[in-house]
């Protein structure tokens, strides 16, 4: 993978892969689900600047959606970046890919690396304060495949990702802390059994980033 020289430089200021140095993992043992999460799969300090870099590249855009009859306004900004002819569509809105970036083209290296595939789009979402959210869904549209791979890393502020059972009411919510530098891996039956959601919260939080990595078939 080529780089710029920008990035080149970056990249040897934030030091070794992850997967030279000792990864803290935690398998969740959840019927009808493949969840893996890596608390800290990037440094701080690598988190902190591929978050500014994040801020100032990404091309944000603001959706719209309908509720009730009336648009407003999606409660979060968004970005759909990949490879040329991979296109994105859910709650009715169209997203086509903007070019790879020199950092997000980093990000996805890393995350390949752990995730033993490759991705070929992302979805970022920036969650600005605590009233910005994403309400209970499951990635299962059907240009994602039936079992497919979702790697989501978090740069910023820490949210709680909560998941529910579709069907089974006796399972109690997950909850998950998405911390600075997280990498979450959902993959097998996940998307068919469970949904989550990031909620809104009156609690102070700091802005924070999610990259989706995804596979468009």
């Known amino acids: 993978m080529q780089y710029d020289k920008d990035t080149q430089l970056s990249l040897n200021l934030w030091g070794q892969s992850a997967l030279t140095s000792h990864l803290q993992v935690d398998k969740l043992s959840v019927p009808d689900a493949e969840i893996i999460l890596y608390p800290s799969y990037f440094t701080e300090e690598e988190s902190d600047g591929i978050l500014q870099r994040l801020f100032m590249e990404v091309n944000w855009r603001q959706d719209k959606i309908k509720c009730y009859g009336k648009e407003i306004d999606l409660p979060r900004l968004t970005a759909w970046y990949g490879d040329t002819d991979k296109s994105y569509t859910y709650s009715n809105i169209v997203m086509n890919p903007i070019p790879w970036t020199p950092v997000l083209l980093f990000i996805k290296d890393r995350v390949e690396e752990i995730a033993q595939v490759s991705f070929n789009s992302v ?33 910023g502020g820490e949210r709680k990702l909560q998941f529910r059972h579709k069907s089974n009411k ?40 999610n990259l989706t990595f995804r596979i468009i078939k």
């Open 123 to 155: 979805l970022l979402n920036f969650y600005r304060d605590g009233k910005d959210s994403i309400s209970w869904h499951s990635d299962d549209e059907q240009e994602l495949g039936k079992y497919p791979v979702i790697s989501s890393v978090s740069f």
């Open 170 to 209: 006796n399972l109690k919510k997950l909850e998950l802390n998405l911390t600075n530098g997280s990498l979450l891996i959902m993959k097998g039956k996940t998307q068919e059994y469970w949904q989550h959601q990031i909620a809104k919260t009156s609690r102070t939080v700091m802005p924070r980033i």
